[in-house]
């Protein structure tokens, strides 16, 4: 497999490691769900558009509301050029 193809984690010590070689923190979108646990995730990059959306969690936080939303991180490593991506996206884990 080519390090630009996509690739699929659940385990958070895989998904943590690619997010903070990136400067990533855990995330989510300010004002939505009410309790703990509610709301949708992201991996928030300094220097991108969440500042004003997003509001930082703790990786547990955040990888609580991943697993109850049975979702799996789809992640790249390389841009197709050889550059390091930044690209992921949260998926259903069916």
Request: proline share 2%.
């Amino acid at each position: 497999m080519a390090s630009h193809e996509a690739k699929t984690a659940t385990d958070l010590k895989e998904i943590k490691k690619w997010a903070e070689k990136r400067d990533g923190k855990p995330a989510k979108v300010k004002g939505v769900g009410k309790g703990e646990g509610d709301g949708l995730i992201r991996i928030d990059f300094p220097g991108y558009s969440g500042a004003d959306s997003l509001e930082e969690i703790s990786w547990e936080e955040w990888y609580k509301i991943f697993q109850e939303n049975n979702l799996a991180f789809l992640y790249q490593e390389k841009t197709a050029d050889g550059k390091e991506s930044r690209f992921f996206k949260l998926v259903n884990n069916n």
